[in-house]
């Protein structure tokens, strides 16, 4: 068999980051929905299980530090990634295949990948960013500033209260409390479909962990970023190695394990939530 | 002249001779225990079931040594006395206390000929009848409380008697006033006696009792006085003193033989299933607050209740009284949060977001993320479900292929350029 041929999908800060939010989301949604969901018998047990409420109060900040600092991290990037182009290169960037940023195209991607679901169309091809994608992306962004200041409001009432109302601290605390909740469920149903549970993908896609997709892999599903790169010829400056199978073998433990507690936490929460209505 | 002094001698000698045979005041104790002092020539003579042995130690150390034997068993004064002889009657003494007693939820089962029910010798004794002053005595405050467990903490026998407290000599040793009296020594503790009083017992329905609903404050305020005057004043207590029944007293919060000290971890928490069970709109909006979400998951750390509304002296939020009130709401804050300012006052306690009327701003708050939640959740929803059947359809199409990106890993020979 031919040895496969790998390109970097995506390079080490970013996958570095990404690890940093799957660790403090998951603690931030472990120690935050003991609150939320206070009434029930779970909820007392991981709440001691944390070590009281006080424990579970600072591992919660904690989690919302490394939040901020990954949030900033990337911001900065952002920034001096842009700041390097010439004025030309960063418009062209940012409406460009490669830019997260929504385009009309997107929309009709979204379109026909749905009429494709009906068996009403071909499928549609992809090429760096899927609309799914930039979806989870923006929402990153959404999620961590509407609960993050919601957040620290609440983290820090009395700072706050000092320069406004008091009855912002009730809103903060429905706008954190729902959106964490939306959150949670979007990222461990959908977002985990998207990346693990498709057929396609099924058990997982380790390219966020590794950076590395094969050539293969390229042709099949992002074959509009392939032709183009080839077209460019830029395909072989994203060659890299192969990653290790040990690697590979760790990134899938990693992941199927943040799979499973997402998976239980998503499932206890949908559990709730209907026996509630029968309360 | 001579006849009229041998006659006199005569009756005088025929006096003491008579009064010679009949045992009276102590010497006749001496004359009694000759035979009831020996245990088993004479145990048949213990008519009375509970009787062990009389000792002369028992009866001479007792408060009616001095009207010795005869001074209760009246009807054995002919020496030697007939076998069978009546039951003895306190009252011939006890008037007073035999009245108190004849109307008492006791007296009054006893007049029914109830067999069971206390009565004079159950809690004092017979022989060995002490002071209530005296450690020995079953009355005595230190012994009382076990003087009416030997009965109330008997579950058969209150079964009997429809008595619904359980076992409350138990309890009673587990609360303040329980551990006050017996690990501090303390006799002034409130026992039995203080709360239900001694001869004159009557029941909770009773209008002349000491627990009634009207009397239960001021049988604890015997004690507690400062704070029957706060409760009083309170807006509960108001409710009291006119006759509304609908206001917690004393044994509402502080259950009568449960008391325990009022910082205990779980005696916090049940306090607010106590204010709970009549401000049930107040407990709701309390547990959707970080407050009462802390304490329902059983941490007492933070803000209940009494922290906010106090206990005895509680007012209603526009009375200038309360704690609450606009002018001390921002000192009640900074009892734990030192840092407060009047902003920080502003923050609407027990605010209900679901209540458009009363809370618009909350409740469209609420509305928008509501909708924000089911819009996500329903496209995506749909969009997910979808494209799992497509995907399936796809897979069973391709004949079951291996994914491309799962072999990542599972070559072996996917060594790539190691150059």
């Known amino acids: 068999m031919v040895s496969s041929v790998y390109y970097q999908r995506f390079d080490p800060f970013h996958r570095f980051l990404h690890i940093l939010v799957m660790i403090s989301f998951l603690g931030l949604a472990i120690t935050g929905l003991p609150l939320k969901f206070h009434y029930t018998g779970w909820a007392v047990m991981l709440a001691n299980l944390l070590g009281g409420f006080k424990s579970a109060g600072y591992l919660h900040r904690l989690c919302a530090i490394i939040t901020f600092f990954y949030f900033f991290a990337h911001l900065f990037s952002v920034a001096a990634f842009l700041w390097k182009k010439k004025r030309g290169q960063i418009l062209r960037f940012l409406f460009g295949p490669e830019s997260p940023i929504p385009s009309f195209q997107d929309f009709k991607d979204m379109v026909n990948h749905i009429r494709w679901f009906l068996g009403k169309g071909p499928e549609p091809k992809w090429d760096f960013w899927t609309y799914w994608e930039k979806f989870d992306y923006w929402a990153v962004w959404w999620g961590v500033i509407i609960i993050g200041l919601s957040g620290l409001f609440l983290w820090f009432p009395m700072l706050f209260t000092r320069y406004l109302p008091g009855w912002l601290c009730n809103i903060a605390v429905i706008i954190h409390s729902d959106e964490a909740l939306l959150a949670i469920g979007f990222i461990f149903s959908i977002h985990f479909f998207n990346t693990h549970l498709r057929p396609e993908k099924f058990p997982m896609d380790t390219v966020i962990f590794t950076g590395a997709i094969t050539e293969e892999e390229m042709k099949e599903e992002r074959s509009l970023l392939y032709e183009r790169l080839k077209s460019q010829n830029t395909l072989d400056k994203l060659r890299i190695h192969a990653p290790l199978p040990e690697i590979v073998r760790l990134y899938k433990i990693f992941g199927l394990g943040a799979l499973i507690i997402g998976i239980s936490i998503i499932i206890t929460v949908i559990w709730t939530e209907i026996t509630i209505m029968f309360r | 002249m001579k006849n009229f002094i041998i006659v006199r001698f005569a009756i005088i000698l025929a006096v003491i001779f008579f009064l010679s045979c009949f045992p009276v005041g102590a010497e006749d104790v001496e004359k009694c225990f000759q035979c009831h002092n020996k245990i088993s020539e004479f145990e048949n003579l213990n008519s009375l079931k509970k009787i062990e042995s009389i000792t002369s130690s028992e009866f001479v150390s007792s408060m009616h040594v001095k009207i010795g034997c005869t001074g209760c068993h009246s009807d054995a004064i002919k020496f030697p006395h007939d076998k069978k002889h009546g039951k003895v009657n306190c ?181 607010i299933q106590t204010c709970g069970s009549c401000h049930r709109d107040l407990m709701k909006t309390y547990r959707s607050s970080y407050h009462g979400k802390i304490t329902s998951l059983g941490f007492v750390e933070v803000a209940d209740c009494v922290d906010c509304h106090h206990y005895h002296n509680t007012f209603p939020g526009s009375d200038p009284r309360s704690i609450t009130s606009q002018k001390q709401i921002l000192a009640t804050c900074r009892k734990c949060h030192p840092n407060a300012t009047t902003n920080t006052t502003k923050f609407l306690n027990h605010a209900d977001p679901h209540n458009r009327h009363k809370y618009p701003q909350l409740f469209y708050v609420w509305a928008s993320m509501n909708l924000l939640l089911f819009s996500v959740f329903t496209f995506f929803g749909i969009h997910t479900v979808l494209w799992l059947i497509r995907g399936l359809y796809e897979k069973r199409k391709n004949g079951n292929q291996k994914n491309v990106k799962s072999v990542i890993g599972d070559n072996k020979e996917d060594t790539g350029e190691r150059s």
């Open chain 2, 91 to 271: 009252s011939a003494c006890h008037s007073n206390i035999e009245e108190e007693y004849s109307n008492s939820v006791h007296g009054k089962s006893s007049g029914n000929g109830d067999e069971d029910v206390a009565k004079c010798i159950d809690c004092h004794g017979y022989h060995n009848t002490r002071s209530v002053k005296d450690i020995h005595s079953p009355i005595f405050p230190y012994n009382l409380p076990l003087t009416c467990g030997k009965c109330h903490d008997n579950t058969s026998m209150m079964l009997r008697h429809r008595v619904n407290v359980q076992t409350p000599y138990k309890m009673y040793v587990e609360t303040v006033h329980g551990k006050g009296l017996f690990k501090a020594g303390l006799l002034v503790s409130a026992s039995c006696k203080d709360c239900h009083g001694v001869h004159n017992i009557k029941k909770k329905e009773d209008v002349d009792s000491l627990i009634t609903f009207n009397n239960i404050p001021k049988t604890c305020g015997k004690c507690h006085i400062k704070v029957l005057e706060e409760f009083k004043a309170s807006v509960h207590g108001q409710v009291w003193i006119k006759g509304g029944k609908n206001a917690p007293t004393c044994v509402t919060c502080h259950l009568p033989h449960q008391v325990v000290a009022t910082d205990r971890k779980d005696y916090k928490l049940s306090i």
